[in-house]
């Protein structure tokens, strides 16, 4: 096994979420581009926040605050499966693996219990939060309705922006109901 020294290991966000979300999107670990400004989806070419500003009607010059007041008034939390995490550059390829710590989710469905929807944007999300997650909770959140969407970053390059936009959109109109 490697041994990393904790100087190493590149630090996710706290979660954006009011106490009444619903719908938890997830998605793997922030890119340096986030890191370095401390934003979720931070990345000029993430197509993230552009989705969440058409479906929501976020006008696309608002401040970062405003984009997460926005989600949480939507009932919509983010936040990433893993905490921390080894990984040079920003790919998830990248990422060793026996480095992973995931997020307490535990502790944040106690802090957001209304949540029964989540979304997962892109495969490392779903596959790590499957992996390492999943079966340390409660049966009440291990059956809760997951989706994996299309993942918003300028890596996933064989997708469209409009593709993606449709496939976000279809989703979040469906929970909408």
């Avoid at 999300?125 to 999943?134: G, H, N, S």
């Avoid at 989706?147 to 936009?165: C, I, V």
């Amino acid at each position: 096994m490697i041994n990393t020294a904790e100087s190493e290991l590149k630090t996710a966000f706290p979660p954006i979420v009011a106490p009444d979300a619903r719908l938890l999107i997830l998605g793997s670990m922030p890119g340096e581009a986030s890191l370095r400004q401390q934003q979720y989806y931070g990345h000029p070419r993430n197509a993230f926040w552009p989705i969440m500003g058409a479906l929501l009607g976020i006008p696309p010059q608002a401040d970062y605050d405003v984009r997460c007041a926005a989600l949480q008034a939507h009932r919509i939390a983010l936040w990433d499966v893993i905490a921390a995490c080894a990984r040079p550059g920003s790919l998830d390829q990248a990422i060793r693996s026996e480095t992973v710590r995931v997020n307490d989710f535990a502790a944040f469905f106690a802090l957001a219990p209304s949540v029964d929807h989540l979304l997962f944007n892109g495969g490392t999300a779903e596959r790590e939060y499957r992996r390492r997650v999943l079966p340390t909770l409660p049966a009440r959140y291990r059956q809760m309705t997951t989706h994996r969407l299309p993942s918003t970053s300028p890596a996933n390059a064989g997708l469209r922006f409009e593709q993606k936009l449709a496939a976000w959109r279809q989703r979040l109109e469906w929970l909408a109901g």
